[in-house]
């Protein structure tokens, strides 16, 4: 089992800034890295970036390439998602996510078993 906690969400004006962390404990040496993922209401849950713990790669959204920047600590505690220049549309609940498949890519939900509780992040026009 792998337990996630999110925090950094709140409320900002566009083209402001947020940094969101997610928190793994557990047996996270069983993973193969962490995703990010958010839902708007009456949206599907989508990709937004993530983290592989073998070598440090980086995955990213088209729409959020150039704005957003995932990192992670080596001792697979912690993930960031720095997310500048926000937009409206990047209004949503966000959610870290364990990858435990090694099948599939970064950015294919049903690869993660294992999800935090999720973290609102509202931008205002």
């Known amino acids: 089992q792998v337990h996630l906690v999110e925090s950094g969400g709140g409320l900002v004006q566009a083209g402001g800034s947020l940094r969101l962390s997610c928190a793994a404990s557990?047996?996270?040496?069983?993973?193969?890295?962490i995703g990010w993922f958010r839902q708007a209401p009456g949206k599907e849950r989508e990709f937004v970036a993530a983290?592989?713990?073998?070598?440090?790669?980086?995955f990213y959204a088209d729409s959020v390439k150039g704005r957003f920047t995932i990192s992670g600590d080596n001792t697979k505690i912690t993930v960031y998602l720095q997310m500048n220049s926000l937009k409206p549309e990047d209004t949503a609940a966000y959610y870290c996510?364990?990858?435990?498949?090694?099948?599939?890519?970064?950015?294919?939900?049903?690869?993660?078993?294992?999800w935090g509780q999720g973290t609102q992040v509202t931008v205002s026009s």
């Open positions: 996510a364990a990858k435990s498949r090694f099948w599939g890519t970064f950015s294919t939900p049903t690869t993660y078993d294992f």
């Open positions: 557990g047996r996270t040496f069983d993973t193969y890295g």
């Open positions: 983290f592989g713990w073998s070598g440090g790669d980086t």
